[in-house]
């Protein structure tokens, strides 16, 4: 809802060409009013009302807005009746939002669901008349079960091997594959197994065994046997074929040979007459769990008749952005590569994307940390902006460097929302509160906003935040969410005409809940790229971009890096404005520089050649420069204190050589003048002071005044870029002389990143 409200003031890069996405067209008479500020593709999507209809829509083009205009312009139109309709997607986030479009263009009553919802819910109905007796007890988490299974087999399994087999058995189900086919189909699909698969055949075959001896059903057994009831009893499926009519199934290169099952036992004979699909081929990056993109690339195949869409025009991010991925997805290779979208920004020019090279990751990790610091205080919310990596491993880093910095933070992936202690306090305070005819809590409170306050307040919610980071700070931070959705949720209401009382805002709670549907909490993201599906942000740090990590070490196949490369298409895509890439070289201080930028930045950053190019060819438009230190020169040892020679690990004190209590010989002097120097600069160039030079740079400067460009240059944080750019100049400041200036009052500028 937060980013409706700024969209209608702000004019949303999902706006298009006529206006806002969310403008209600309840207040106008006909079906038209939904197709108002739709671009002519999207138009396209919205009038074709009846399938087969395929729309591949690139990242950033307004799929959903495209399918849920399409879906209320059937139904005010009178071709769909709103309980016949059933839109299918894979979170249930999305589905929640899904449903919150719909209800604001006047669709209430369609069903939008998970896969697996919309399967449980006819499995629980349908069971007693096609089975007899209470339906099966669903396992929510296989892991427990799996151990055990494990253990019969007489193997012993550590925890992290335990989530790999688990992961295996998942995916042996959802691609249909029986215990005793499972080594084979390992082997055809070329995929590398993370033990003996005659052993990962052993668990499956017990785990099976005893889930099915104890009455209880996995996630898989939903979508498998609601499709077994609808193949063997006729009378069933016709039910439900008379019961939903019009189909539409959202990121359509995700599905499993299961999910595609169900999906056509839920279509019949009718195939793809009355079916809308929705995906983008490069952005399949969930092969691992039995996702496929065939289904999405042979559906013109499939159904000849088809009506099929592309959606080109990118709403979400500036050229600079779209122009690096584009450029991504012109070196891939392989069928999805071959229906590759070209990306149209449809906003106005930003910054070029940033590429660093840092020596370690801790310094990687600190410097993207003040730059995050930078962006908040320059008015970008913390909300919108994250740091996105390959694997969770990453995140502990950034973590420390952003809780060092007291810059809030929420880790994607952790623990739900609405399964939070305190969420779950809150929420049974709220729902007493709403109950009561005179609560002393609320008593007092001007509006909905201010009563829950009053009521979270009894549980330690401050207007301003607590200082520092930790266990205390993310409680309020998820306190501080729950009273930002209710002015949210006052605003809108008010606007409708509808109540606002804390018991709408009460079941408003229990319906996102149920849907896991989470308010935004104010704070940085810090997600794994494949955790970063779906999601968007003003400014995106994609960090660790190293071989063997991006792509990781383990995609041997041609596909499988074809895969990896998607995986950072993916998430340069979820950038609207501002775009960091960057790797470091070794893994702690000190380390042996070995790692290599990921191939595929070649030909994208600035200095690299594309696979294949002549040599001295132009990368891609950016900026790039080593980061603390210059490739050329850099320690191979430990960095001792100059003072008392004990080792350093600080970046900090690293850069300045000493321990950060040992004396320092700072020119205080020198210091302010480099100080003012590097002020009239950034503004100049327009760029946040850090840009130019860091202050721990300046200090260790000003500690050594280097006498010429060869001293300067053995000072951390001035690479061979930054020694061009301003080298005159920090040494003419050290020489207690004034630099000289260029016409602009400033030094010749030129893409560059912090030291």
């Not at 002519?40 to 074709?48: H, I, K, N, Y």
């Amino acid at each position: 809802m937060e980013r409706m409200q700024e969209d209608l003031l702000s004019g949303s890069p999902y706006d298009g060409p006529h206006g806002s996405p969310w403008a209600d067209p309840g207040t106008a008479t006909g079906p038209d009013a939904v197709l108002a500020g739709l671009d002519p593709e999207q138009r396209a999507v919205a009038t074709a009302l009846h399938g087969p209809v395929c729309v591949l829509a690139g990242a950033g083009t307004g799929k959903t807005r495209a399918i849920t205009h399409r879906i209320a312009y059937g139904v005010r139109s009178g071709v769909y009746q709103p309980q016949q309709v059933l839109a299918v997607t894979f979170t249930a986030r999305a589905a929640g939002e899904m449903r919150g479009r719909l209800r604001q263009l006047g669709a209430d009553g369609v069903q939008a669901r998970t896969f697996h919802a919309a399967a449980l819910r006819q499995l629980q109905y349908f069971w007693p008349r096609a089975v007899g007796g209470p339906v099966p007890q669903l396992l929510e988490r296989k892991v427990q079960l799996v151990a055990e299974a494990a253990g019969r087999c007489g193997l012993r399994v550590q925890r992290t091997e335990l989530r790999d087999l688990t992961a295996e058995i998942e995916w042996a189900k959802v691609t249909q594959t029986a215990p005793e086919d499972y080594p084979a189909a390992v082997a055809k699909s070329g995929r590398e197994a993370p033990r003996d698969p005659a052993e990962t055949a052993q668990v499956y075959r017990v785990y099976e065994e005893t889930k099915t001896r104890r009455g209880n059903i996995d996630f898989e057994d939903v979508l498998l046997l609601t499709a077994a009831i609808l193949e063997d009893r006729p009378d069933i499926a016709d039910q439900v074929r008379s019961q939903y009519r019009h189909f539409t199934v959202d990121e359509y290169q995700d599905v499993s040979p299961l999910q595609q099952r169900l999906l056509d036992r839920w279509t019949g004979d009718s195939g793809g007459a009355s079916l809308c699909v929705v995906g983008d081929a490069s952005q399949t990056i969930y092969s691992f769990t039995g996702a496929t993109p065939d289904y999405l690339l042979n559906f013109r195949g499939r159904h000849p008749e088809a009506t099929v869409v592309k959606l080109v025009r990118d709403y979400r991010s500036t050229p600079q952005v779209v122009h690096l991925a584009n450029g991504l997805l012109s070196q891939a290779r392989g069928e999805a590569a071959r229906h590759r979208l070209e990306l149209v920004s449809q906003r106005e020019a930003g910054p070029e994307p940033v590429y660093t090279e840092y020596e370690d990751e801790p310094t990687e990790a600190e410097t993207t940390a003040r730059r995050i610091k930078d962006l908040i205080a320059a008015g970008v919310r913390a909300s919108e902006i994250a740091v996105l990596f390959r694997t969770n491993g990453q995140s502990e880093v950034y973590e420390q460097a952003l809780a060092d910095l007291g810059v809030p933070y929420q880790l994607k992936g952790a623990e739900r929302f609405f399964e939070r202690p305190e969420v779950r306090d809150a929420g049974v305070l709220l729902r007493g509160a709403a109950r009561a005819a005179a609560d002393p809590l609320t008593a007092g409170a001007p509006d909905l906003a201010g009563q829950v306050r009053a009521v979270l307040a009894s549980r330690g919610f401050t207007p301003e935040p607590p200082a520092g980071s930790g266990a205390v700070r993310d409680r309020w931070e998820s306190l501080a969410a729950l009273v930002r959705l209710a002015e949210e949720f006052e605003r809108t209401r008010t606007a409708e005409g509808l109540d606002t009382d804390l018991a709408a805002y009460v079941a408003e709670l229990d319906a996102r809940a149920a849907a896991q549907h989470a308010p935004a909490v104010e704070g940085v993201t810090l997600a794994s790229l494949h955790a970063a599906k779906g999601l968007e942000w003003d400014a995106v740090f994609l960090v660790g971009l190293t071989e063997g990590t991006l792509p990781i070490i383990y995609a041997k196949t041609d596909e499988q890096i074809e895969e990896e490369r998607r995986l950072l298409y993916v998430g340069v895509t979820r950038a609207r404005k501002h775009l960091s890439l960057s790797w470091a070289l070794s893994r702690s201080p000190g380390g042996r520089a070995s790692r290599k930028p990921s191939r595929f930045m070649d030909g994208l950053r600035p200095g690299s050649t594309a696979p294949g190019a002549r040599p001295g060819a132009r990368g891609g438009r950016g900026g790039v420069e080593p980061g603390e230190r210059s490739a050329a020169r850099r320690v191979r040892g430990p960095v001792k204190c100059r003072v008392c020679d004990k080792a350093l690990t600080d970046a900090v004190e690293r850069k300045l050589r000493r321990c950060e209590d040992c004396p320092s010989t700072m020119d205080e002097a020198l210091y302010e003048r480099l100080r003012d120097w590097r002020a009239a600069q950034a503004k100049g160039q327009g760029v946040p002071a850090y840009v130019v030079f860091t202050d721990a740079t300046l200090m260790a400067i000003a500690e050594d005044v280097p006498a010429n460009r060869q001293e300067l240059a053995l000072i951390s944080g001035v690479g061979a870029m930054k020694l061009d750019k301003y080298g005159a100049a920090v040494l003419s400041l050290c020489a207690g002389e004034e630099p000289e200036e260029d016409s602009d009052g400033v030094e010749d500028d030129g893409p560059v990143d912090p030291a």
